[in-house]
Structure formats: C-alpha cells, structure tokens
C-alpha cells in the first residue's frame, strides 16, 4: 500500500518550499544523508562543501546507492542530466532551512543535550526512556556540530512526539546557532569541565559557552543542571538571565530536585532509589559507573521536564547498554578462556579517564585475569597537559590496575611515573602498540581501551576483537 504523503519525510514540494530550490520531478524521500556512503534507497543526499572534500563529487555514487534525489548548487558533471536534483543557493545553508522548517512543523517536545562529558550516553539514555511513550527521534551518534545538528533535525518526521538532540562545541560561539535552530524545549547540561581547555581560559569560559545552549529557548523553556557540579550557579544565573524560570538541578546535593538517595554500584550496573520533585523512584541502571549514575537523573530530570511518565523512563533505564567507543563491552574467545575488551576509544578527558578506570576497578577478573588500561592520549588540554596525563597514576594505582599500556607523545608523561611494576608497554603510535597490547592479553583479563578520538586508539580495540570469534556481551544502543 502506498504511504499517505504526509507519512513521508520530506516531498519535492515541500523541500522547495523550505529551501527555495528547484526540483523538476515529483519525488518524496523517507531520510537524508550528507555521506554517500550512508545512503540508503528512497534517501535524499545533500553534497555539502566541506574543508576536505566537497560532496558534489560523489553525487553519482549517492545515486548508484539509490539516493532518490541529491540537493546540489549545480549539476554536477558525472551525474545523468535526467537525475532528479533539487538545485540551490548553497546546499549548507539549504539543509540548515530544512532544519528550521521541520522544527517549525512539528509539536513535539524537544530537548536538547550538551557538556563537557555524557552528552551522547545521556541523548541515548533520554531516546531510550522515551520510546515506549510515543515516537521518539533522536540525533545519530554524535551529530552535534554545524553539519549534524541541522542534519538530525532534517530528519525529524512530523508526527514526532519527543526530538532529542546533542549539541556539541570546542569554541565558544558555536552552540548559539544551533539551540536558535533546534529551539529546545528542555536544555540539559551534564557538566562543565575543563575539556576542551586549550581553547578556553578558565573552565568559567568553558561553562559560559555551554550556557548558549538557553539562548534558542523561550520562557516557559527547562534548564536541568548538575547541582553538585561546581558551575551550576553559573549556569543558573545564565539561564535566568536569558529569561527562563525554571530550572531543575540533579544529583546527590540536597537540594537537587532530582536527588539520589541511595545508590548500590556493581560491576554491571546500580540499584538506584531517587527523590524525583518528591516522588520516590527506584530502578536498576544497565550500565556501571558513578558518571553514569549522574547521567541516569539528568535522564529522568529531562524525562519529567518533558512531561512524560518517569516511573516508565525509569524501569526503561535497567536496557540501558554501553555505546561504540563509549563502554561497550565484549567477550572474546581465545585458547583456553575468554576476556573481556571495553571500549572506551571514542574520547577521553581527565574526568572520562577517571570514570572509565574506576568502573574497571570495580570488575572483578576470572581467574587470574588481571585489570589491564590501555590509554592514548587526551587532546587539547592546553599547557597543562603533562600535570593530566601524569595525575592518572593516583587513580591507576586506587583502583589497582594490573598493566597500563600507553600510546602518543602525551602519554609519555604517565609512562614516566608509572610503577615500573604496571608497565606493560608504550609506544608513540597507538597502531605500533596494538601488537604489544594483543601479544600480552590472556584469559580471564579485563581491558579498557581509551584515548581521544585523534589518538586512535579505535583499531586497538579491533585488534583484540579480532584475535578470535567475539560476542557482544551488550547489545548495540538503539537506531
């Protein structure tokens, strides 16, 4: 049966109007792409010009994949002259007005996430709370720049009920455009840390930038904000200064709405009991870690913003399930047992570092396992970046880490104060320590493998995922 057209995403009428462009045929897509790799059939395809590469060139690859349209500012040379094109201006500025016309037709409730750390767990954690009470949208991975904020809210169908959205920055002034775009409804910041330092002066700065996250809210908009991180009166101040009037604070201060009262941690998960504006909650979170604990109540604070019902988000929370690159876990066969690799390889900051070591010190090893850290380095720390790399040994050494393998020239300065006792090898090239890492790995260890994505420590992950058949032990996050 043929969908009714307002079942459908965008039709040709629908994104001229928005966009201003032409189209010569009729056509209606059910998704939208700016990697031609990525399309799938019935997509639209948006050749945007990037620093790199400009996505006009590959057009006809889009089209091959069967892209059913391609939005361009002119005809590229090596695509059909019958291939159906909706032509523009400039093809950013294009996809930012289809952005705009989509938040314009839709009545969902939006919510939009940002902050130093969480910002994808915490959007997935809100996506996954939400889904059983109406159809719920939410940004893919970690689409948060000028490029995957108006991408993901291109993609938001009409009938949405909840659009959740994550909004990221590196300087400041970026997250303005973005919330004026998205226009949330509930803002939640998870923390101000000094990630990201190299550009900013004071972590003060830092909390500043993020506090643009109001500036696309009206009035009757809802900030929620950690209450135990020491920025929060800052960004109280911001959001009331930008006009807001309420605002929610989570986390064990005591004055915090959304309040955890007792929280019992393991190595697979917490027994959370929380105080929710008064209402008692508890439930079991999928996923271990102090951090995430915190990121649970910044769910459920965004959850009752949204006026959806917590006690549903809540026992929701128990599926909760460790991302690619953000703490998946799997079981890897090899002769005589298994071990079990985290992957942590996505990011890393001095906070995440210490988040991810501790919920490693928390697992207890088969055997004669041993807890093994292989790190890389964490990038744009500013001029203090040897003090953070070697200030991880305190917490190696807490949570009695066996072997710490290390990668990049940062890293450096932990290898040099690290027991030699827990040194398992180091190398500037994380590719280079792959071997090393995989060459010492035996049955019963538990690895976390962490370092900012420019560290690549992403392959090291592969590479012991590929030293024999491997099973997921935590199902991928919902699409």
Known sequence: MTPAMDTYLWTAGQAMAATGGVAQDDWHVEGISIDSRMIEPGDMFVA???????????TADAIAAGATVSMVDHHPGAVPTDAPLLEVKDTTL????????????????????????????????????????????????????????PLSLARLPADTAFGVFEIGMNHPDEITPLSQMVRPDVAVITNVEAVHSAFFD??????????????????????????????????????????????????????????AVDVRTDGQGSDIKAMINGVEIEYRLGVPGRHWVNNSLAILAAVNAAGADIRIAAQALGGM???????????????GGTFVVIDESYN?????????????????????????????????????????????????????????????????ALWDVLPKSMRGANDFSALNLGPKVTAMVRPGDVVVVKGSHGSNTGPIVEALLDMAHSKTLEPAAKG
């Open 202 to 259: 004071s972590v003060e700065q830092i909390a500043d930038a993020k506090a643009e996250i109001f500036d696309g809210m009206g009035a009757d908009g809802i900030a929620v904000l950690n209450r135990d991180n020491e920025q929060f009166d800052r960004l109280r101040k911001a959001a009331i200064a930008t006009g807001l009037k309420t605002i929610i604070g989570f986390g064990i201060h005591p004055e915090a709405e959304v309040l």
């Open 321 to 335: 399930t460790g991302l690619k690159g953000r703490g998946q876990r799997h079981t890897v066969e090899i002769p």
């Open 348 to 412: 890393a900051s001095p906070v995440s570092m210490n988040a991810a070591l501790e919920v490693l010190g928390q697992i207890q090893p088969d055997g004669g396992g041993r807890r093994i850290a292989v790190l890389g380095d964490m990038l744009e720390l500013g001029t203090d970046w040897e003090a953070k790399h070697a200030g991880l040994v305190e917490i190696l050494i807490a949570q009695k880490i066996n072997l710490v393998f290390t990668a990049g020239q940062y890293m450096d």
């Open 94 to 149: 294009a996809l930012e007005d289809m952005a705009r016309a989509a938040r314009q037709r839709t009545s969902a409730r939006v919510i939009a996430v940002t902050g130093s750390v969480g910002k994808t767990g915490t959007k997935e954690g809100i996506r996954l709370a939400l889904e059983d009470q109406g159809p719920t949208v939410a940004s893919l991975g970690s689409l948060n720049n000028h490029w995957g904020v």
């Open 48 to 58: 945007i010009r990037g620093p790199r590469f400009d996505g006009h060139d590959f």
